[in-house]
């Protein structure tokens, strides 16, 4: 069985398709688990790449004692999830780096001591209670350096100190990255020390996202926060600016206060001039702030009133992202007046898009009111599409869905959630020739620049990635897809079939 | 329990994980201790798993033998959520200590 790993490396797993008797070396033969390939590596030494396909992983990725220096790269949809474990990873990840992989619902992200965290880069962390475990050494935690990555739902706190810490085009969404639970109560840290924040989306309305001191290194450059996401800072200075002298904190009178973005419910000590970008100078206790160095922490940035992110959404506001909701497409074009962005680099990792939700509406062209056509699909109690109870699959036929103008398709997602992990998957089920074995989150597209797509052939591809397609009119989700020559998908009119499949080793 | 005074000063609870000592100055000192206590080889012990090319990993173990009346030893145990699997549930690390 082919398992269509698009990266090349030393021990190969795949949740669905794999198999721990494998020697995992081979891409067709890969191990089931991670802790097999882990074991594997640390027999073989250190600087192994690990390639992790599609699929739902509920293991604690253990180190040791053992030093590393691997790589853990996700090809594909990959959720390192926690159901019935405590601690995501264990032991010495120290030299270790976790390439596009989803954590999601630990109670700790990281066990043992401190600076041994990994790098992170492309990867998702959603539902985690809290990034480090505080019980570390002295109670400091150190931070490991997160890049393009998305937080949702994660906290830290009962540290004493946090230090170092560099995130680079994330987007932190009810999160919050030092000592404040989510809703913005509890202790705040006084000693968070040099975290940089670059190119971030800061997403924590009426609640806190950091506290500390303002001269400890940490900043941020290029930002843009939500209306009413506060920075709260340590300083006795500024005690006499508390609004009210009520305790907004939760820590006492020696929190001296905090800043918001954008209007506000209550008095902080600066706000944040949309403009410019600078401060409010204006603001009565601007030159308190100033005089405890909080304005040289900021550079470029800006906020919004909210976030909604599922702009654009057509036919349904009751879009319900469940597993994939940690990526969400972000079209104010106020995003995108921070200067940090290279034009490269989107702020946050996040590119406008378009969302559809579920929603009976003659707009909807994942609905049968819309044009759509269900084959064994029902509406969900849960939110969403639903396989019939008496199917073994089912799929949408989405209508014709017209763009407006050709355009290069970035990629294509889906939230999908399912009780039965690894049994279950949005993929094809298509037949002939190409009826294998799902071992990615696929779906099947048709496209092109005339409005009727009847003559157009589905190919193909792999949901939350590039859609491309090779020379021999191959899709990139397709097994057969050679990667060697391909090109880019540019279309006005789509039109999408997708499946929700349950029986994911037998044949149609 | 066993609260035990390691020869840097500092004291650690031998029941408790290495890295989830009380969270006081006088246990503060313990992880530097351990630290050192790994820096000496390390030995592996495994137990057969399901593929017969790939032993598990049962423990992993520092032994610091410098010391005049007590050896000290770190053991990293590796439990999984079943026996016939690979995917691991939880690890600890603790240390004890043994006289010569």
Redesign the interface.
């Known amino acids: 069985m082919a398992n269509h790993f698009k990266f090349s490396g030393d021990y190969f797993v795949s949740a669905i398709g794999g198999n ?4 995992g070396t081979d891409p067709s033969a890969p ?1 089931k ?4 390939a882990v ?2 590596a ?2 073989a030494g250190d600087y192994k790449q690990i390639i992790i396909g599609t699929g739902v ?6 180190m ?3 030093y590393g220096y691997h790589t853990f790269q996700g090809d594909g949809e990959v959720y390192v999830e926690g159901t ?4 995501a990873l ?2 010495y990840h120290r030299l270790n780096w976790f390439k596009n992989i989803n954590f999601l619902n630990w109670t700790f992200q990281l ?3 401190e600076q041994q965290e990994p790098q992170y880069v492309d990867c998702g962390f959603r539902d985690i209670i809290q990034m480090n ?1 505080y ?5 400091n935690a150190y931070y490991a350096n997160y890049t393009n990555c998305t937080f949702e739902g994660c906290g830290n706190w009962k540290t004493n100190e946090l230090e170092t810490g560099t995130y680079n085009n994330c987007v932190l969404r009810n999160s919050n990255t030092t000592g404040l639970i989510a809703d913005g109560s509890g202790i705040g840290r006084n000693t968070a020390n040099a975290q940089m924040f670059n190119g971030c989306i800061l997403d924590n309305p009426n609640a806190f996202v950091w506290s500390g001191t303002p001269d400890q290194g940490t900043s941020f450059k290029g930002c843009v926060f939500t209306a009413n996401t506060r920075v709260a800072y340590y300083d006795t200075n500024l005690s006499d600016y508390t609004y009210n002298s009520n305790d907004y904190m939760g820590g006492g009178a020696s929190y001296g206060g905090f800043l918001t973005y954008g209007p506000s419910d209550v008095d902080p000590i600066g706000i944040i001039d949309n403009n410019t970008g600078t401060f409010n100078i204006a603001h009565p206790s601007w030159s308190a702030a100033m005089q405890v160095g909080i304005a040289s922490m900021y550079r470029d940035c800006y906020y919004v009133n909210e976030i909604d992110y599922n702009t654009q959404l057509s036919g349904s506001g009751m879009f319900n992202n469940l597993a994939d909701g940690i990526k969400f497409g972000i079209s104010s074009s106020l995003m995108y007046k921070s200067t940090n962005g290279t034009g490269i680099i989107p702020l946050g990792g996040t590119t406008p898009s378009i969302a559809y939700g579920y929603e009976s509406s003659s707009t909807n062209p994942l609905h049968p009111m819309g044009g759509a056509i269900w084959q064994g699909i029902t509406t969900s109690s849960l939110g969403g599409f639903q396989i019939d109870g008496s199917e073994h699959s089912g799929s949408i036929i989405s209508a014709v869905i017209d763009q407006g103008a050709p355009k290069i398709i970035d990629n294509i997602g889906i939230g999908f959630s399912t009780t039965a992990p690894n049994a279950a998957a949005p993929s094809t089920y298509p037949s002939g020739a190409n009826n294998h074995n799902p071992v990615r989150y696929q779906y099947e597209m048709r496209y092109g620049n005339a409005s009727d797509l009847s003559s157009e052939t589905y190919r193909i591809f792999e949901w939350g990635q590039k859609p491309r397609i090779n020379s021999n009119g191959t899709g990139s989700g397709d097994q057969l897809y050679d990667s060697g020559s391909y090109s880019n998908i540019s279309a006005r009119y789509l039109q999408l079939k997708m499946t929700l499949r349950i029986d994911m080793s037998g044949s149609l | 329990m066993a609260i035990v005074i390691l020869p840097n000063g500092s004291k650690i609870n031998t029941n408790l994980d290495i890295y989830h000592q009380p969270r006081t100055d006088e246990y503060s000192g313990s992880i530097d201790f351990c630290t050192e206590v790994m820096q000496n080889n390390m030995a592996s012990v495994f137990i057969p798993g399901p593929n017969s090319d790939l032993p598990k990993r049962d423990t992993q173990t520092f032994i610091d033998t410098s010391y005049d009346t007590y050896n000290y030893k770190i053991v990293t145990s590796f439990h999984y959520k079943k026996s016939s699997e690979y995917a691991v549930s939880a690890t600890q690390t603790k240390l004890t200590r043994e006289e010569k």
């Open positions: 721990d008797s494998n020697a191990f688990t991670i802790g097999a074991t594997a640390q027999a992983y509920q293991e604690t990725i253990a040791g004692s053992a019935g474990n405590t601690f264990t032991g066990d043992t001591g475990d019980r570390q050494r002295y109670n």
